[in-house]
């Protein structure tokens, strides 16, 4: 009998499996017993504190807008779990979502392999684009990189790594380089990878790529990014593009984008400039910095000191005489009381958000680091979007809180239809 979706998500949600547990083995046998799917893939792997994500958003709207059939694996989800799973920016459908995991999960406990959530998805993700006979994947870690379960691949086409910060101390230590070294273990034995000269982990990414016999490619030119005419763009070359996602930060982004796409095409792959350009004027990573102009609600996922930085700034330039009403969440795991010092300015309205996920942090503790901040429930923050009409409303810190507001909102009709949440996230 075939599992249902619902019935799929409850078994990789069960306590045993909601639990970070960093190694290959688990994810190895597994895949031994599945005939390794993730061997017969041209993979992407990319790796970083900040930017991953949106890097990895983009590499796939340009590979796909050339023509390839190109597969996405991302996390964390912000609705449904199958948003972590794409081809050609289309979510895996459901019940073969439900279908892969009931195999798997059958084929585990025949074995005796007891797999975490992540590597559920990371299996269920290596078989679907193996059975879909992708082009090429684009692999984002889920936390770290050498012990991540992503990792297990033997080979790639090129590793990428992005902006580089203090984030996961307590699993992936307490300095840049420690961190840098734990994203450096992506680079597999005479596989290129990609890096900025101005990553603060450049120096330790560079001794691990020497010492794996790998070419370290840097990008050769800056991008700009601004807006003009209520339109945003980038500059790259002294051509102008339209470019359809707001934040100063995706210059950095869009430099490692330009230089992977110049290295594909090195190698043999076709990119041309008219996917490039169509791909960037489309493209969408859902809550980083994606303005909703008819709530003038701006969502965000900032959750580490570094990217509450980049997200202050790019405000300031994007907003910058418009009056801040924050509604914030945070995991305990974070730096939550540094990112809120960051973020929320004196004459700013704050309010904290409750949700109901592991490691949350209560309104209570939030309070007693920003005193001035308001508890908000749900309906109250309907009724704040639905009457606004000059502030910007700023959801941002925890994915799990925004995906939280989302649900609920879908669930009690405050979004009318799917439509209309889809074009929110």
Same mark, same amino acid.
């Given at each position: 009998?075939?599992?249902? #979706?619902?019935?799929?998500?409850?078994?990789?949600?069960?306590?045993?499996?909601?639990?970070?547990?960093?190694?290959?083995?688990?994810?190895?046998?597994?895949?031994?017993?599945?005939?390794?799917?993730? /061997?017969?893939?041209?993979?992407?792997?990319?790796?970083?504190?900040?930017?991953?994500?949106?890097?990895?958003?983009?590499?796939?709207?340009?590979?796909?807008?050339?023509?390839?059939?190109?597969?996405?694996?991302?996390?964390?989800?912000?609705?449904?779990?199958?948003?972590?799973?794409?081809?050609?920016?289309?979510?895996?459908?459901?019940?073969?979502?439900?279908?892969?995991?009931?195999?798997?999960?059958?084929?585990?406990?025949? +074995?005796?392999?007891?797999?975490?959530?992540?590597?559920?998805?990371?299996?269920?993700?290596?078989?679907?684009?193996?059975?879909?006979?992708?082009?090429?994947?684009?692999?984002?870690?889920?936390?770290?990189?050498?012990?991540?379960?992503?990792?297990?691949?033997?080979?790639?086409?090129?590793?990428?790594?992005?902006?580089?910060?203090?984030?996961?101390?307590?699993?992936?230590?307490?300095?840049?380089?420690?961190?840098?070294?734990?994203?450096?273990?992506?680079?597999?034995?005479?596989?290129?990878?990609?890096?900025?000269?101005?990553?603060?982990?450049?120096?330790?990414?560079?001794?691990?790529?020497?010492?794996?016999?790998?070419?370290?490619?840097?990008?050769?030119?800056?991008?700009?990014?601004?807006?003009? /005419?209520?339109? /945003?763009?980038?500059?790259?070359?002294?051509?102008? @593009?339209?470019? /359809?996602?707001?934040?100063? $930060?995706?210059?950095?982004?869009?430099?490692?984008?330009?230089?992977?796409?110049?290295?594909?095409?090195?190698?043999?792959?076709?990119?041309?400039?008219?996917?490039?350009?169509?791909?960037?004027?489309?493209? +969408? $990573?859902?809550?980083?910095?994606?303005?909703?102009?008819?709530?003038?609600?701006?969502?965000?996922?900032?959750?580490?000191?570094?990217?509450?930085?980049?997200?202050?700034?790019?405000?300031?330039? @994007?907003?910058?005489?418009?009056?801040?009403? $924050?509604?914030?969440?945070?995991?305990?795991?974070?730096?939550?009381?540094?990112?809120?010092?960051?973020?929320?300015?004196?004459?700013?309205?704050?309010?904290?958000?409750?949700?109901? #996920?592991?490691?949350?942090?209560?309104?209570?503790?939030?309070?007693?680091?920003?005193?001035?901040?308001?508890?908000?429930?749900?309906?109250?923050?309907?009724?704040?979007?639905?009457?606004?009409?000059?502030?910007?409303?700023?959801?941002?810190?925890?994915?799990?809180?925004?995906?939280?507001?989302?649900?609920?909102?879908?669930?009690?009709?405050?979004?009318?239809?799917?439509?209309?949440?889809?074009?929110?996230?």
């Amino acid at each position: 009998m075939n599992l249902s #979706y619902e019935k799929a998500v409850e078994m990789i949600t069960s306590r045993e499996k909601f639990h970070i547990c960093l190694g290959l083995d688990r994810i190895s046998k597994i895949l031994k017993l599945m005939g390794n799917p993730q /061997n017969n893939l041209k993979i992407i792997h990319v790796a970083g504190t900040n930017g991953k994500g949106s890097v990895c958003a983009i590499l796939s709207k340009i590979l796909t807008c050339a023509g390839y059939k190109t597969g996405l694996y991302t996390s964390p989800h912000i609705l449904e779990y199958n948003e972590r799973i794409k081809i050609n920016q289309i979510n895996i459908p459901q019940q073969d979502f439900a279908n892969i995991l009931q195999d798997i999960s059958e084929l585990a406990k025949r +074995n005796d392999v007891y797999l975490t959530e992540f590597e559920l998805l990371t299996a269920c993700a290596f078989k679907y684009f193996a059975d879909k006979e992708t082009d090429i994947c684009i692999l984002e870690t889920g936390l770290g990189g050498r012990f991540d379960a992503t990792n297990v691949i033997e080979k790639n086409i090129l590793s990428v790594i992005t902006s580089i910060s203090l984030d996961h101390v307590d699993r992936l230590g307490d300095t840049i380089e420690k961190i840098a070294y734990e994203k450096a273990g992506i680079i597999k034995k005479g596989c290129p990878v990609l890096i900025d000269k101005d990553n603060r982990g450049y120096s330790t990414v560079c001794e691990v790529a020497n010492k794996n016999n790998s070419e370290i490619v840097n990008p050769k030119h800056s991008v700009d990014v601004f807006f003009e /005419n209520k339109k /945003n763009y980038a500059l790259y070359e002294d051509k102008k @593009y339209e470019f /359809n996602m707001l934040g100063l $930060w995706q210059a950095q982004n869009l430099k490692l984008v330009f230089a992977c796409i110049e290295y594909l095409n090195s190698i043999g792959y076709d990119i041309n400039q008219k996917s490039v350009e169509k791909a960037l004027k489309y493209v +969408n $990573w859902i809550c980083r910095m994606q303005y909703i102009p008819k709530y003038n609600l701006l969502i965000d996922g900032t959750h580490n000191p570094d990217g509450a930085r980049v997200l202050r700034e790019s405000l300031d330039y @994007y907003f910058p005489d418009t009056k801040r009403v $924050w509604v914030y969440g945070s995991l305990s795991t974070k730096d939550y009381a540094q990112v809120m010092k960051i973020l929320f300015k004196e004459e700013d309205e704050v309010y904290f958000y409750n949700f109901d #996920y592991p490691n949350s942090v209560s309104y209570e503790d939030l309070k007693k680091v920003y005193s001035k901040g308001l508890f908000i429930k749900q309906k109250e923050l309907e009724y704040l979007l639905a009457e606004n009409k000059e502030s910007l409303i700023i959801v941002s810190g925890s994915f799990y809180m925004i995906g939280s507001i989302l649900q609920s909102g879908k669930n009690n009709g405050f979004f009318q239809n799917i439509a209309e949440l889809d074009n929110i996230i």
